[in-house]
Nanobody
């Protein structure tokens, strides 16, 4: 059973925006959270991560377009995606680990996952 629950995916035109949400159990408030994405035939790619102190880091492919944030009282992590491109099309997953965010951002370092939310960007 997924510990994390994502929502907010959908279909948009190129240049559009979406905001993904990830709701976590209350005990996860000190965890590192990250967003990954996976397109068919591709490996799971780390997109953004946020530490307990809200330090953020992004993949070069989304830097300046995506923003990760967390609302601790609401136990929710967000991924705001702007200027979307067709190459952003993928299943997006929220992940969490009780340890510091790994460097590099590897999927194998995260113990808790959601089931994913699909993002499709039409050209």
């Amino acid at each position: 059973q997924a510990q994390l629950v994502e929502s907010g995916g959908g279909s948009v035109q190129s240049g559009g925006s979406l905001r993904l949400s990830c709701v976590a159990p209350e005990r996860y408030e000190s965890y590192c959270f990250a967003w990954f994405r996976q397109a068919p035939g591709n490996e799971r790619e780390g997109v953004a991560r946020i530490e307990q102190d809200s330090t953020r880091k992004y993949a070069d492919s989304v830097k300046g377009r995506f923003r990760i944030s967390r609302d601790k009282p609401m136990n929710t992590v967000y991924l705001e995606m702007n200027s979307l491109k067709p190459e952003d099309t993928a299943m997006y997953y929220c992940a969490a680990t009780p340890f510091l965010c790994p460097e590099p951002l590897a999927a194998t370092a995260f113990q808790f996952w959601g089931e994913g939310t699909q993002v499709t960007v039409a050209s």
